[in-house]
């Protein structure tokens, strides 16, 4: 029996078949199209639409040899299988596939499987056949390819299952055979050429056979656990496929839903696999290697790939393995990866540190990219200010990592370090700089003095740019391809990486172009740099897209002048840096010198930047130029080590100066490595959680309300504005997030908030509780930086005096109290009933005929039903028990336009890289 | 070449950088500063606490409220059982209006401090106590220093002195007591870092503590929290009850005697040096200006018998080129004892002349001059105890409620024009009154007492004085039970 399946060489195959020393009693083509039909015709065999119809027309016959169309058997292929299947009183029998294309290239001989029902060969890739699987033996499945079944197992069975894909169907009808005791056996002896379908083990439908087979033949328990960790693994392995250039999601989750839609269908198939059956799970286990093959795979594949990235050209192999350990640049790399891990470890526990502008992501990832899209801004008392981009890619990410937000922080974090130093290796290779300096100054890059005080700066979208601007200059300094194709693809592959930095700091989207430029002056004469040039700036220019809804409502004039950019300069370490740059200037072959004196060019316009507050220049200059300082050192650091390896180049005073330019360059490797001693990447430590989170313990719902937090400007949680010289702001209870960080122009609500705050410092009230609560505030924390702080002692100082705030001790860091006047809470019925904070929005108790006043700054977009404002705040009806803000639709558009951009721009790269 | 242009662009740019400066500091808070104690009224919402009023078995006391405008006024008293909740009582208040509250009425449970809150002002409180056997009254205060100053304390034989410590806030306080005595700077043993907990009181028997001697003034200063302390002085007479100060370089004193009583000044100089001091008598015949002088030295509190300077009665300010406190305490002759050093007779005769002392008379018919020196029927001779920090600062215009209530007792407003030009002044009935406005007019450097009917009689309390030129402006109350001065409280 031929099953015609994909048009492939048809009438070679059942010439083959025909061509059998052992006769066969009938061919039957089945299925396939009308030219199936024909070509069967046309070879004076017979075709029959389904196996179904087979079974039925061949009442006499003992057995049946399945073959799939485009499989070409060797003339002896059927009599082996009769005379192994026949000594070993087997049930099913499959032969050895061999490659049509490379005949000596081995592709199954029978299968292993995993629990999630993927066949495993236990092949290595590109395995020839020497005879060394030449046994006949046992399987727990055998390819569709060639397949001698008896026929009363096939009648019992109900054939092969039509609905699967070839392999899963192959694998799934071994499963359900060996439920009834048959037994499977692979015959080396009988050889088939087929073409290779291991690629197509990825598509969803052979996904979608595996869940089905699982769901068939298993028992409950098995099933019980078996299937989320098929999902979950299923999942992780599309997400790892993403650093193999595969988009496997889609294939993923339409496996998983069209077994939902065939979910009945295959509940019936259960019953009838499993009715009759006399052997249980553990008999299918026991062909089974554990953990999933499919992950494994792709993990293999990456670690490769990663491997033939690293310094060292020679590729892996298992001879080679204690070679490479002893390879510098592999301890080099391994005492990186420990750094990383070790510098990083408190934010795998605890997540960003809440201090300054870091705060932690928002609770839910979708939340926040809806918020972006047009939502509203939780910031204070509210607006319509668009939130950055940083919010939508955070939350993004997030979403993927299981809407779990330390993970995602952790990942971004990790995962900007790593991907830094790798960047900066790779960078610095374009020179022919080698793997151990480039990872020295991949460390310097990510964690060196520079770099740390973006951190300190808790400027957390730059320091994780960080670990994308060297590839972004990678990208645009690499050959460019031949192909027009490979070129777009190579352009937006830039824009690509530029848009994602743009979203997480806006203004590094100008680093790699500038840092190139100058690159480009410097060796004016050469055309390839200043296409690098090109093609940075190109993709800079593709980026802007993905920037909006922020960037057409942002004022942006603000958002480069909010806070002060005066980086205080590290004098040590600045002569530090100077002293190395300057040594290798001197000393190092002119190319690296010249690199050197690119990076010393790059570090000085960048503190020049980092320091420009007499220029109006804002926080966001001042983390972007320190950028800029931390790709400038590394740019010195790595000649700096690479110069002293160059005996040949290197010699007499050289030399000494280059031992100067390394022993300064050991000094910041050192100051990086301090890192490791927080554990929290640069960041200083967590100041928040501590201040915040009491009010987690306190009675009732601390998300129905406010914190008023007091303290010195620039000394609150992101953005404060002030009153009297003193700073304050409200946070979210029991802990801000990062969506609240930057605060929007002053509304209505927050006038009237300043206003108060004025009654209170003038003494015109003993009572500031009573005036505090309609803005939702039921603690006020003073924040002070000493005990001493002027700003925390003038607001203690006020509220220390009033008569309904209740200091709050218990072992709290900072003077905190809880306001006992009623009603202080963000959102309150009209009968008084509190309602809590859902988002950006409010949930509670349905209440009907009544309103709700929603303690935000007034949007007629507040809801659902008829809005009213109340003073500064909205009303809205109780009746339904949530209540929230409309969606400005232009924004939403503009942010999936965005998305959707983003997704094109990933489609041509990919495309470009694939096919260019 | 390219390494050369590299290397002065950098040094170019860097050097730029380097000179770049730094933006300038913030500023401190312009808010913050501890607030120095006043007595003054202003025109926002306002807090008075009211640290020493009883209302039990024995004793009666009224909150006095009064006020200029139309307000809600709320008496808070705190329970010194922490889970129960406290006493409130609330009353709406026609400006410009008087009332005074029985604090019985809110709760009757021995000690009960408490605070008086209005929505709007300018409004005052005072407190007035009475029982068979005493008679006391304060006014409240709405500031809270952190360090406060009582002066006048005696643990002499025959007196008790208490201490009051009324914290009203949430936060409990932490406050350290110093005692400075006729021997100096006495420390208190277990007054250090001394609790008192929120929304509560402590009262503390000093004669206990710091027992036999004859002047003590203490300093309350607050580590955290705050608390608003009164001294309480009881003799076998009566009782005197004062709150807290802050210091001035000014003190007036409407009143200083009445009747049966002689008046003492003390002074307390916490300062490192001396302060020169100097006293105006501003008697019915005319001011006499630099009475006395002393130089005030540092710990050294001071009393002095102002009979031995003049004839009561008269008013007295008391002038200083450095913060002092200062106090009038009055009682029959003997009763507080003699420290320092009397005046030879002729130099007080010669002072009695002093050729500056304005020669205006309050005889216009339009004026109720009550400080002539016509024939009156045989003065009612007073046996009692009263006590009462002075005013900081003259005003133009005074809330006075708690006027003629407690029954049997006769209750003056004292008027003190201490400027060398005379003072016209209206004083008016807050609220309807039997009691018509009446215009008097006060010579230069003279006082008026001005006698109250009773509030059965007037069906008023309280009484606004709107003057023409600043003035000071003080109560007494007299009765058989005993004796009471109580400070005005002006309108800033």
Redesign the interface.
């Given at each position: 029996m031929i099953i015609a399946r994909r048009d492939a060489d048809l009438p070679a195959t059942i010439e083959s078949v025909r061509r059998q020393v052992y006769e066969t009693q009938r061919i039957i083509v089945v299925g396939g199209d009308k030219d199936a039909r024909r070509v069967a015709s046309d070879n004076g065999v017979e075709w029959i639409t389904s196996v179904a119809g087979v079974i039925e027309t061949c009442g006499d016959v003992t057995h049946m040899w399945f073959v799939l169309d485009g499989v070409r058997a060797r003339p002896d292929a059927l009599g082996a299988l009769v005379r192994g299947q026949a000594r070993l009183d087997a049930s099913v029998a499959g032969s050895k596939i061999l490659d049509e294309k490379n005949p000596d290239r081995l592709l199954s001989v029978g299968y292993a499987t995993d629990v999630f029902e993927t066949p495993y060969t236990g092949f290595d890739e590109d395995e020839l056949d020497q005879g060394q699987y030449d046994v006949v033996r046992d399987v727990a499945a055998v390819g569709g390819q060639s397949t001698l079944m008896r026929m009363d197992l096939a009648r019992g069975l109900g054939g092969p299952d039509t609905a699967m894909a070839p392999v899963a169907a192959a694998v799934d009808f071994c499963q359900r055979a060996r439920l009834r005791g048959a037994r499977v056996v692979a015959i080396p002896s009988s050889e088939v050429l087929a073409h290779n379908d291991h690629d197509e083990l990825d598509r969803w439908s052979e996904r979608a056979g595996r869940i089905r087979a699982m769901i068939k033949v298993y028992g409950p328990l098995t099933l019980f656990w078996a299937l989320p960790m098929a999902f979950l693994s299923g999942f992780a392995q599309s997400f790892l496929s993403l650093f193999l250039g595969r988009w496997r999601f889609f294939e993923w989750i339409r496996a998983w839903l069209w077994n939902l839609v065939k979910l009945p269908n295959t509940l019936h198939e259960r019953h009838a696999a499993r009715k009759g059956r006399v052997v249980g799970d553990a008999e299918l286990f026991r062909y089974q290697i554990s953990g999933s093959v499919a992950l494994k795979s792709v993990v293999t594949e990456l670690s490769d790939r990663i491997r033939r990235r690293l310094p060292g050209e020679d590729q892996f192999s298992v001879e080679a393995v204690g070679e490479e350990l002893r390879r510098p640049s592999f301890i080099v790399g391994a005492v990186a990866l420990l750094f990383v891990l070790l510098a990083t470890r408190s934010i795998w526990s605890v997540g960003l540190p809440a201090i300054g502008f870091s705060l932690p992501f928002p609770d839910s990832g979708p939340g926040a990219i809806s918020a972006y899209a047009g939502g509203w801004n939780p910031a204070g008392l509210g607006s319509v200010e668009p939130l950055r981009p940083f919010i939508a890619l955070a939350g993004l990410i997030q979403t993927i990592l299981f809407d779990n937000r330390r993970l995602a922080e952790y990942i971004l974090t990790v995962g900007s370090w790593l991907v830094g130093i790798w960047g900066v290796v790779r960078l610095l290779r374009t020179w022919s700089i080698r793997a151990v300096a480039g990872t020295l100054a991949g460390i310097v890059y990510v964690a060196g003095p520079a770099a740390q005080a973006v951190a300190q700066e808790t400027a957390v979208g730059v320091a994780i740019v960080i670990g994308l601007i060297p590839w972004s200059m990678r990208f645009a300094l690499a050959p460019f391809p031949a192909s027009w194709g490979a070129r777009v693809g190579r352009i937006t592959a830039v824009a690509i990486l530029a848009g994602l930095a743009a979203m997480l700091a806006p203004l590094t989207l100008a680093i790699p172009v500038a840092a190139l430029l100058i690159w480009a002056l410097l060796n004016f004469t050469d055309g390839t740099l200043w296409r690098a040039f090109g093609i940075s700036l190109g993709g800079a220019v593709l980026a802007v897209p993905l920037l909006f809804p922020w960037l057409g409502t942002a004022d942006l004039y603000r958002f480069v002048t909010d806070g002060e950019a005066y980086w205080s300069l590290p004098i040590v370490t600045a002569v530090i840096v100077v002293i190395a740059a300057a040594a290798v200037l001197v000393a190092a072959p002119p190319r690296l010198a010249l690199i050197a004196a690119w990076g010393a060019v790059l570090a000085a316009v960048g503190t020049f930047l980092a320091r420009s507050a007499g220029f109006g220049s804002g926080r966001e200059i001042e983390a972007a130029g320190i950028a800029v300082v931390s790709l400038g050192v590394g740019l010195i650091v790595g000649p700096s080590f690479e110069a002293i390896t160059r005996v040949r180049e290197v010699g007499g005073w050289r030399r000494i100066v280059s031992g100067i330019a390394v022993a300064a360059s050991v000094f910041l490797v050192a100051t990086a490595v301090v890192t490791v001693l927080g554990g929290r990447a640069g960041y200083p430590s967590d100041e928040y959680r501590e201040a915040f989170t009491f009010s987690a313990a306190r009675p009732g719902d601390p998300t129905a309300s406010r914190i008023l937090v007091l303290g010195a400007p620039g000394n609150l949680p992101g953005d404060d504005r002030t009153v009297g010289g003193a700073a304050y702001r409200l946070v979210s209870a029991p802990m801000p997030e990062s969506w609240e960080t930057h605060l929007h122009t002053a509304r209505i609500g927050d006038d009237a908030l300043s206003d108060t705050l004025e009654s209170i410092i003038d003494g015109e009230t003993k009572r500031a509780g009573e005036l505090l609560a309609p803005f939702g505030v039921r603690w006020i924390v003073i924040l002070g930086e000493t005990e001493m702080d002027p700003f925390a002692e003038a607001w203690r100082t006020i509220f220390i005096g009033q008569l309904d705030l209740v200091p709050l001790g218990g072992g709290l860091a900072n003077t905190t109290f809880e306001n006992e006047a009623e009603n202080a809470v963000r959102a309150v019925s009209a009968e008084g009933t509190p309602w809590t904070r859902a988002g950006t929005g409010y949930q509670g108790t349905r209440e009907f005929g009544i309103g709700l006043e929603v303690r935000e700054n007034a949007n007629d977009r507040w809801g659902p039903g008829d809005w009213e404002q109340i003073g500064w705040a909205n009303g809205v009806t109780a009746a339904t028990g949530t209540v929230g803000f409309e969606p400005i639709n232009s924004r939403q558009s503009q942010a999936i336009a965005a998305a959707v951009w983003l997704v094109a721009l990933t489609g041509v790269a990919w495309g470009g890289r694939r096919f260019g | 070449m390219?390494?050369v242009i590299?290397?002065i662009?950098?040094a170019a740019?860097?050097a730029?950088?380097?000179v770049?400066?730094?933006?300038v500091a913030?500023?401190?808070?312009?808010?913050?500063?501890?607030?120095a104690e006043t007595v003054g009224a202003s025109g926002?919402?306002?807090?008075w606490y009211c640290p020493w009023v009883v209302s039990g078995a024995l004793r009666d006391s009224t909150f006095n409220l009064g006020s200029m405008m139309d307000v809600n006024a709320t008496i808070?008293l705190p329970n010194p059982n922490p889970t129960e909740d406290p006493s409130i009582n609330e009353t709406r208040l026609r400006g410009p209006g008087a009332r005074s509250i029985d604090a019985g009425d809110i709760v009757r449970r021995g000690t009960a401090p408490g605070?008086v809150?209005f929505d709007d002002g300018p409004a005052v409180a005072t407190t007035v106590m009475w029982s068979e056997e005493i008679l006391t009254g304060d006014r409240c205060v709405a500031s809270?220093p952190k360090e406060w100053h009582l002066v006048g304390g005696i643990t002499a034989e025959g007196f008790t002195l208490e201490l009051q410590l009324f914290n009203?806030?949430?936060?409990s306080a932490k406050v350290t007591i110093e005692a400075i005595t006729e021997f100096g700077r006495s420390p208190l043993a277990g007054f250090e870092s001394f609790d008192v907990p929120?929304r509560s009181w402590v009262t503390e028997d000093l004669s206990r503590v710091i027992p036999f001697l004859d002047m003590a003034t203490f300093t309350v200063t607050s580590e955290?929290?705050?608390v608003i302390p009164s001294l309480i002085l009881n003799n076998e007479n009566d009782e005197a009850s004062w709150p807290g100060t802050g210091q001035s370089t000014i003190w007036d004193f409407p009143v200083t005697s009445l009747p049966g009583l002689e008046p003492t000044l003390v002074i307390s100089n916490t300062g490192s040096v001396g302060a020169t001091v100097a006293i105006d008598l501003f008697t019915p015949d005319g001011p006499i200006l630099d009475a006395d002088g002393r130089i005030v030295a540092p710990l050294e509190p001071l009393r002095i018998h102002l009979a031995d300077l003049a004839e009561p009665p008269f008013a007295v300010r008391v002038r200083s080129n450095a913060p002092i406190g200062a106090i009038i305490q009055a009682a029959p002759e003997g009763t507080f004892p003699r420290t320092d050093i009397l005046p030879p007779e002729e130099e007080v005769g010669d002072e009695s002349t002093d050729e500056d002392a304005p020669d205006d008379e309050a005889t216009d018919e339009d004026t109720a001059d009550t400080t002539g020196d016509e024939e009156s029927e045989e003065p009612v001779v007073y046996d009692g105890l009263a006590a009462m920090p002075g005013n900081t600062d003259p005003l133009e215009r005074w809330l006075v409620p708690g006027l003629g209530v407690v029954p049997g007792a006769e209750t003056s407003i004292w008027i003190l024009n201490p400027s060398d030009e005379r003072a016209t002044v209206t004083v008016s009935p807050l609220g309807v009154s039997a009691v018509s406005s009446e215009k008097i007019v006060i010579p230069a450097g003279r006082y008026v007492e001005i006698p109250m009917p009773s509030l059965s009689e007037s069906g008023n309390s309280g009484m606004l004085i709107d003057a023409s030129l600043p003035v000071s402006v003080a109560v007494s109350i007299a009765g058989p039970q005993g004796v009471a001065f109580i400070g005005g409280v002006g309108v800033g």
């Open positions: - | 390219r390494l590299a290397a662009v950098v740019v860097g730029f950088a380097l770049q400066t730094e933006p913030e500023r401190p808070p312009d808010f913050g500063v501890p607030p926002d919402p306002s807090a808070t605070v809150e809270v009203p806030f949430a936060e929120g955290s929290g705050i």
